[in-house]
């Protein structure tokens, strides 16, 4: 994070706290969070889409404390499901700044969605649609969006690539299926049509994937006003926003970004003759992946295996899965003291039973790396808490705040007895 600060004697400090003292503290692995700079890039959204919206995607990292952050900066928090709607209710989250989105949205969750007064639903299939209807007749008139498949491909992981047709998520534009949700919808009187929505992806560093985007999106507006006499007043076009995760990697600027897309909208909007809508994006990685850091202890060495040295810390792809899910690349270090006998190439691997449960290839790490360090590998604020398990029933770490000198748990470390407390057989 932008607060991190390296020390003279080896240890770093993020947001003005020493990361050995988190450790001695909170214990191992632990997941540190910089509120300060999760701020600041929430603010940077803000700032870039000053004449629109920005809605924090919760699945990337919630707990109350970030939902509280989030709406302090202004910003409005999409949830996709009954739980992330929990949470963001628990910490106050207004209800008409939260969006419900998700891919097969149970009725537990579509009714979560309407009892809790949930701004606007995005709607991803047409079952959905029907139940919605039904569930609407019984009381409040939901305001949709349609979610559309945009033919655009984003150029990222197989995993997190959602703008292309034969994928689960969404209305393909490309086949009518999006002009036919769009008539399902304002075919019930129940219903209400707020905007049109897509999401082409995580992890995007293409800044013209969505510039196209949002051109077929604004045709898509254009029909939908020639057919209906009126198009929804919302255009949203999903988060994804790419980060580094190591030096000299791609990062797409907020600012940057929301000027092309301003410029893309405006120019397609004067050519189909619509309105301009208002827009809204979804960052959810941006906000949070570079103020995380996790810090984990050696717990064994081995030496001249993968071609260097191989070190095994306490925690692993239960508290990480991403470098086994899309091949993430990280970074590491070592914090506490100063290495000694040069750098040598490492693989940090963690405590799981598999062979493929790897933390970070191609390290660089002191040649006495040994058993009681610390190591800490940053960028891992997205996905990574979100995404934890208890794959062989490893507890899943706490989440702590820094800021400004101090440290402040926000999630505790599970125990024995969390684990004990579900097994009721
Ligand atoms: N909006 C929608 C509709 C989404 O599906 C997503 C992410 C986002 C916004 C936020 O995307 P972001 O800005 O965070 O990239 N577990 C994967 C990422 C899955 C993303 C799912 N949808 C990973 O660790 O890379």
Redesign the pocket.
């Known amino acids: 994070p932008a607060t991190a600060h390296p020390h003279a004697d080896g240890d770093v400090s993020v947001g003005g706290v020493r990361l050995t003292a988190l450790a001695e503290r909170f214990g191992t692995p632990l997941h540190v969070v910089d509120e300060d700079d999760v701020r600041r890039r929430c603010r940077a959204f803000r700032s870039a889409f000053h004449d629109g919206e920005v809605a924090y ?1 919760g ?2 990292f919630l707990c109350r404390a970030m939902a509280r952050w989030a709406a302090e900066e202004g910003l409005s928090l ?1 949830v996709c499901s009954a739980g992330e709607l929990a949470v963001a209710r628990a910490a106050g989250f207004p209800g008409e700044r939260t969006l419900m ?1 998700g891919n097969a949205k149970t009725p537990e969750d579509l009714r979560a969605a309407l009892g809790h007064g949930v701004g606007r639903i995005v709607v991803d299939s047409f079952h959905e649609i029907t139940r919605l209807a039904a569930l609407a007749s019984e009381g409040a008139r939901p305001r949709l969006m349609v979610r559309v498949t945009p033919g655009v491909d984003g150029r990222t992981h197989a995993a ?1 690539t ?1 703008g292309t047709d034969g994928q689960k998520f969404g209305f393909s534009l490309a086949s009518g299926a999006a002009t036919e949700a769009v008539r399902r919808v304002l075919g019930q009187r129940g219903l209400a049509l707020a905007g049109l929505h897509c ?1 082409i992806g ?2 995007i560093t293409d800044p013209a994937a969505y510039e196209e985007a949002a051109r077929r999106m604004v045709g898509l507006l254009a029909a939908v006003r020639a057919e209906h006499g009126a198009a929804p007043p919302q255009l949203d076009l ?4 790419g980060v580094a995760y190591r030096p000299g990697d791609p990062e797409l600027d907020p600012a940057a970004v929301a000027e092309r897309l301003r410029r893309a909208v405006r120019a397609a909007c004067a050519e189909h003759r619509v309105p301009v809508p208002r827009l809204t994006v ?5 906000i949070v992946a570079r103020a995380g850091t996790t810090v984990y202890r050696v717990v064994s060495v081995k030496h001249g295996v993968a071609g260097g040295l191989l070190v095994a810390v306490d925690g692993g792809m239960s508290d990480n899965p ?1 470098p086994g899910l ?1 091949g ?1 690349r990280y970074t590491v270090r070592l914090v506490g003291r100063r290495g000694a006998g040069g750098d040598r190439a490492a693989t940090v691997v963690g405590r799981h039973c598999e062979a493929g449960d790897v933390l970070v290839r191609d390290a660089r790490l002191p040649a006495d790396v040994r058993p009681g360090d610390l190591l800490a590998v940053p960028c891992t604020g ?2 990574h808490h979100a ?1 934890a398990s208890n794959y062989n029933l490893v507890r899943r770490p706490p989440v702590v705040a820094v800021r400004r000198g101090r440290a402040r748990l926000l999630v505790r470390r599970e125990t024995v007895h969390d684990l004990l407390a579900r097994d009721v057989g």
């Open positions: 995607a699945k990337a999409d989105h997190v959602t999401h995580s992890q999903g988060g994804g926003f979804e960052p959810g990685r941006a991403r899309y993430a997205a996905y995404m």
